[in-house]
T-cell receptor, first 115, second 115 residues
């Protein structure tokens, strides 16, 4: 299985809602990532998990809360979002194996709209 | 801040022609990667070039890297309508976290191949 899957594909939520985005990979990759991408812009890194521990947080607001329950799963919990948080949220994984180049494998993304 | 700048921002060519995209970056890198993104979907890894390599080929793709100028180019030969997509360079900088690589994406080039 060489896929990264993300659910849901689309999500519409109000500013008071709590929702979660899910990401799964079964490639045995030990690093997983969340990116945010606005229209016509490049992806911007939000969080990096490696070996199920948070290793990089790019000063993301606390209304975004990542979680890595196990080596295959990555969640992004959303609470009290703002309309400007509407974007495509991409999950990725990479092998992070010593001696290997770490290209990243991306999921198809969750299109989030905050009303 | 964005590491990579790309030009052109948009490129429109006829099927069968070659397409060249350029990327510049600012800091030292481990490697530079190119990704393709079809409209509103996940990114697909195309090719990776290490900092000690100058040129790399993969099928119809040719990538060059000039670390003295901090620049890279992606050449797609004999383009096809299916090559229509956004193309991003991404620099894999010296590791800042304990694990997991931090890719910084350029602004991207939108390529349109007309049939």
């Amino acid at each position: 299985d060489t896929e990264v899957t993300q659910t849901p594909k689309h999500l519409v939520m109000g500013m008071t809602n709590k929702k979660s985005l899910k990401c799964e990979q079964h490639m045995g990759h030990r690093a997983m990532y969340w990116y945010k991408q606005k229209a016509k812009k490049p992806p911007e890194l939000m969080f990096v998990y490696s070996y199920e521990k948070l290793s990089i947080n790019e000063s993301v607001p606390s209304r975004f809360s990542p979680e890595c329950p196990n080596s295959s799963l990555l969640n992004l919990h959303l609470h009290a979002l703002q309309p400007e948080d509407s974007a495509l949220y991409l999950c990725a994984s990479s092998p992070w194996t010593s001696g290997r180049e770490n290209e990243q494998f991306f999921g198809p993304g969750t299109r989030l709209t905050v009303l | 801040s964005q590491q990579g700048e790309e030009d052109p921002q948009a490129l429109s060519i006829q099927e069968g022609e070659n397409a060249t995209m350029n990327c510049s970056y600012k800091t030292s890198i481990n490697n530079l990667q190119w990704y393709r993104q079809n409209s509103g979907r996940g990114l697909v890894h195309l090719i990776l070039i290490r900092s000690n390599e100058r040129e790399k080929h993969s099928g119809r793709l040719r990538v060059t890297l000039d670390t003295s100028k901090k620049s890279s180019s992606l050449l797609i030969t004999a383009s096809r309508a299916a090559d229509t997509a956004s193309y991003f360079c991404a620099t894999d900088a010296i590791v800042v976290g304990e694990y997991g690589n931090k890719l910084v994406f350029g602004a991207g080039t939108i390529l349109r191949v007309k049939s």
